[in-house]
């Protein structure tokens, strides 16, 4: 069974560009989540998608968007880069959050890491 | 905020030892679940343990929960170097996970 892939690995970028990061669920999973770890630091809820709705959004700028497509995977917008965006971005997807198992958790994808210079 | 925050920051041990680390939250959870992260990749799940268990074992680990003291603990016996990562906790609200600051485990062979 694939895990869930983000893509790219690496990402530059210049100060004010914009980035699109993009992830792919395990087949299954409905609800995708974006975190961001920067260097150092723990990580930071960006935004929870499921069924192709946002459901909850952590306390980023509205630069900071996405959106779920119909197969689940998701993309990850960043626009008007700042130097300080530079960081791991991890997403990760789950089953339905109502349908609990004993081994209920989530599935992380390797990152995006985003450099911003 | 409800972000969790785990104690020690930064550990390092020998090989065969046991190695002890703790995460503290601040609101009601569902379950309390354990990450492993090595050197900036991708987290990987660990074991959970519900609001309602006060221990369970995966394996060398080792988790207790103990919800009147909002605090967890995870215990891995005799490590290896191979353990040698970041180590989560993350804590679901029913409505948001929400993840500790990590602790650093180094284990010297």
């Known amino acids: 069974e694939a895990g869930v892939t983000q893509s790219p690995t690496h990402l530059i970028k210049t100060r004010g560009q914009q980035a699109t990061l993009r992830c792919s669920p395990i087949?299954?999973?409905?609800?995708v989540y974006w975190y961001q770890q920067a260097l150092g630091l723990g990580l930071q809820f960006l935004l929870w998608?499921?069924?192709?709705?946002?459901?909850n959004r952590g306390n980023f700028p509205p630069r900071f968007s996405g959106r779920q497509f119909p197969n689940y995977s998701s993309e990850l917008n960043v626009n008007a880069l700042e130097l300080e965006d530079s960081a791991l971005y991890l997403c990760?997807?789950?089953?339905?959050?109502?349908?609990?198992?004993?081994?209920?958790?989530?599935?992380f994808g390797s990152g995006t890491r985003l450099t911003v210079v | 905020s409800q972000q969790g925050e785990e104690d020690p920051q930064a550990l390092s041990i020998q090989e065969g030892e046991n190695a002890t680390m703790n995460c503290s939250y601040k609101?009601?959870?569902?379950?309390l679940q354990w990450y492993r992260q090595n050197s900036g990749r991708g987290l990987v799940h660990l074991i959970l343990?519900?609001?309602?268990?006060r221990e369970k074992h995966s394996g060398r680990l080792r988790v207790t929960l103990d919800t009147s003291k909002k605090s967890s603990s995870l215990l891995i016996t005799a490590s290896r170097a191979a353990d040698t990562a970041s180590y989560f906790c993350?804590?679901?609200?029913?409505?948001?996970?929400?993840f500790g600051t990590g602790t650093s485990l180094t284990v010297i062979p």
């Open positions: 998608y499921d069924e192709g709705e946002e459901r």
């Open positions: 609101t009601s959870i569902n379950n």
């Open positions: 087949s299954g999973h409905t609800s």
């Open positions: 343990i519900r609001s309602n268990e």
């Open positions: 993350a804590t679901d609200t029913g409505n948001q996970f929400y």
């Open positions: 990760a997807s789950s089953l339905l959050r109502r349908s609990l198992s004993p081994n209920y958790g989530y599935t």
